[in-house]
Nanobody
């Protein structure tokens, strides 16, 4: 199983980025997908999650209204569209896959597979 994130980079305050995570080695439609992030000196934290069909999504309060999670099951890919970026969004962003039923979308320990992360840096 492999999860490979891409799309990170440096952006100015108020800018946008779209992260992608391509998944291989598992039946993508059987897995809940999520994004977590880890800022310097902090614990890894939940950002957003999406269910198998894409019809249910959840977000951390800090990103509601600015970030959008989506998935393309035909491409085994999950996305995170990030708008109006703030300095506090600076972190390494990880995608993760959860095979449990029912899933605990918000709980890091519920996720079975993780990518290596992609760095996002927001500055003035």
């Amino acid at each position: 199983v492999e999860l490979v994130e891409s799309g990170g980079g440096s952006v100015q305050i108020g800018g946008s980025l779209t992260l992608s995570c391509v998944v291989s080695g598992l039946t993508f439609t059987n897995w809940v997908m999520a994004w977590f992030r880890q800022a310097p000196g902090k614990e890894r934290a939940f950002v957003a999650a999406i269910n198998w069909s894409g019809g249910v999504t959840h977000y951390a309060d800090s990103v509601k209204g600015r970030f959008t999670i989506s998935r393309d099951n035909a491409k085994s890919t999950v996305y995170l569209q990030m708008n109006n970026l703030k300095p506090e969004d600076t972190a390494v962003y990880y995608c993760a896959a959860d095979g449990a039923y029912p899933p605990d979308y918000f709980e890091e320990e519920d996720y079975d597979y993780w990518g290596r992360g992609t760095q996002v840096a927001v500055s003035s």
